[in-house]
T-cell receptor
Framework: QTVLTQPPSVSGAPGQRVTISCTGS?????????VHWYQQLPGTAPKLLIS???NRPSGVPDRFSGSKSGSSASLAIAGLQAEDEADYYC????????????FGTGTKVTVL | QVQLVQSGAEVKKPGAAVKVSCKAS????????INWVRQAPGQGLEWMGW????????GYAQKFRGRVTFSRNTSVTTAYMELGNLRSEDTAVYYC???????????WGPGTLVIVPS
């Protein structure tokens, strides 16, 4: 069953700012669990983009930022670039699934 | 550098089992969990479970319990995922990824394509 909901697609022109929402509930994000974000470029494995709600691993540009509030989280991409065109997934944990990791439905970002 | 290398693509008949390997290098294998995630063609990511290489403890997503087994060989720093009773819906790319507790998964292996023809 779908636990974390993301918009299927988001688009923007180069240089614009786009945001991706990740909507959960009181048994996952709302329960206080951290949210992580992954970027999956076409034909490649996912890569950790944001860890622990708002921390960028080494090497991730500061154009990417994460936030969390209540039962939702967001990923923002500022100054959109052509190489940002990819699928993005949020990930958290769910009490109803015995603390299992759960992924969002995924969002395709298109650079116009 | 930290790296996970996975075994090659497999084609299996329905009802058979597949075993995918994930060889870790560049870090202390027993200090981090190995998680398994799969992605069906054109679909999203689906978490399958985790294993602690030091203790051998495992945790399986409810959907896969009874059908999947995680194991490891610490002498060759390799983790394994075996999925049995395969059906066509199991056709997917299977990824291993390093984790620790509730931290993010990093890095990921390149993935292993498993095809189960219908």
């Amino acid at each position: 069953q779908t636990v974390l909901t993301q918009p299927p697609s988001v688009s923007g022109a180069p240089g614009q700012r786009v945001t991706i929402s990740c909507t959960g509930s009181s048994s996952n994000i709302g329960a206080g669990y951290d949210v992580h974000w992954y970027q999956q470029l076409p034909g490649t494995a996912p890569k950790l983009l944001i860890s622990g709600n708002n921390n960028r691993p080494s090497g991730v540009p500061d154009r990417f930022s994460g936030s969390k509030s209540g039962s939702s989280a967001s990923l923002a991409i500022a100054g959109l670039q052509a190489e940002d065109e990819a699928d993005y997934y949020c990930q958290s944990y769910d009490d109803r699934l015995f603390g299992s990791r759960v992924f969002g439905t995924g969002t395709k970002v298109t650079v116009l | 550098q930290v790296q996970l290398v996975q075994s090659g693509a497999e084609v299996k008949k329905p009802g058979a089992a597949v075993k995918v390997s994930c060889k870790a290098s560049g870090y202390t294998f027993t200090n981090f969990d190995i998680n398994w995630v799969r992605q069906a063609p054109g679909q999203g990511l689906e978490w399958m479970g985790w294993m602690n290489p030091k203790s051998g403890n495992t945790g399986y997503a409810q959907k896969f319990r009874g059908r999947v087994t995680f194991s490891r060989n610490t002498s060759v720093t390799t983790a394994y995922m075996e999925l049995g009773n395969l059906r066509s819906e199991d056709t997917a790319v299977y990824y291993c990824a390093r984790g620790r507790g509730i931290a993010g998964l990093d890095p990921w292996g390149p993935g292993t394509l498993v095809i189960v023809p219908s």
